[in-house]
């Protein structure tokens, strides 16, 4: 069974950094494709970054592209999500996600990492 957990959000100011880390359980991780999403309050759910299973493709959402990277370490199953320069606006619930690679959407997600950034 999938398990994904995010840690490293927090409150930190405009300009600031922060790395989320996702930790996945499960035997499949090397093959599926990861991403990290957000949810703003009294906002849907909206795509941040991807990444495929052997981290040769990575996408960003336009509003993030030069400040956030998104990474992933296979032999430690875990994929992460280096945010610098953070905006007010960034501020949101961030969730990791597993996509398999015959799925054209992502279906398992982890519970959430609050990041509230001041301005």
């Known amino acids: 069974q999938v398990q994904l957990v995010e840690s490293g959000g927090g409150l930190v100011q405009a300009g600031d950094s922060l790395r989320l880390s996702c930790a996945f359980s499960g035997r499949t991780f090397n093959w599926l494709a990861m991403g990290w999403f957000r949810q703003a309050p009294g906002k849907e759910r909206e795509f941040v970054a991807t990444?495929?299973?052997?981290?040769?493709?990575?996408y960003y959402t336009d509003s993030v592209k030069g400040r956030f990277t998104i990474s992933r370490d296979n032999a430690k199953n875990m994929v992460y999500l280096q945010m610098n320069s953070l905006k007010p606006e960034d501020t949101a619930v961030y969730y990791c996600a597993a996509r398999r690679p015959v799925d054209s959407e992502f279906s398992s997600w982890g519970q959430g990492t609050q990041v509230t950034v001041s301005s």
């Open positions: 990444i495929t299973s052997n981290g040769g493709s990575i």
